[in-house]
């Protein structure tokens, strides 16, 4: 069966700090791979996406992405964190076909001062 | 503003009680979706519309209904709800229906409490 698997639920770093949050899919071709992010009381805002293009995808906010279809993964990153960037983070794929979309179980980003 | 609009953002209502989430997109999106989000599990699909007249089950449709009579509605039913369907829904719709290249946009959520 499809699924993505975020192999952290809770990521704590300082502010000023690099930021690592992984994901991990079930291989298929053509996935298409997004990062969403989720603030308290908020909905849901697109941070990157990846759709073949180029493996390296550059966010908002100074995020960006790297898919590796070796190892199948598609973690997200940012040099340096920022207080307002605690949130919930979702990596999303979709397949061929794109009728369902699959969530990670999410990743809570939480930024010390 | 192009957005997605769900009402209400509160609910709470007693087991066994018909009620009606409304989903409505200005971007005449033809892929419209509804989400469950509870702890720990992510965002799970409960039903999914390519088109008018077009609805397809998503991972969890137990317990729920849609119908997609216009191409910029689409009401989630809860027929008789009960406890489990405790939950934050949200709506959620992009512009084509297949290879989902576009992202997804989303409402601002429904959080449902049933007593």
Redesign the interface.
Known sequence: AQSVTQLDSHVSVSEGTPVLLRCNYSSSYSPSLFWYVQHPNKGLQLLLKYTSAATLVKGINGFEAEFKKSETSFHLTKPSAHMSDAAEYFCVVTYTGGFKTIFGAGTRLFVKA | EAQVTQNPRYLITVTGKKLTVTCSQNMNHEYM?W?RQDP??????IY?S?NVEVT?K??VPEGYKVSRKEKRNFPLILESPSPNQTSLY?C?SRP??????S??H????TRLTVT
């Not at chain 2, 720990?40 to 699909?45: A, P």
């Not at chain 2, 084509?96 to 290249?101: N, S, V």
């Not at chain 2, 989303?106 to 959520?109: D, K, S």
């Open positions: 979706s989400y720990g599990l992510g965002l799970r699909q999914y390519m397809d998503g991972d949200f959620a084509e229906p297949g290879q989902g290249l992202p997804l989303f409402g601002n959520g």
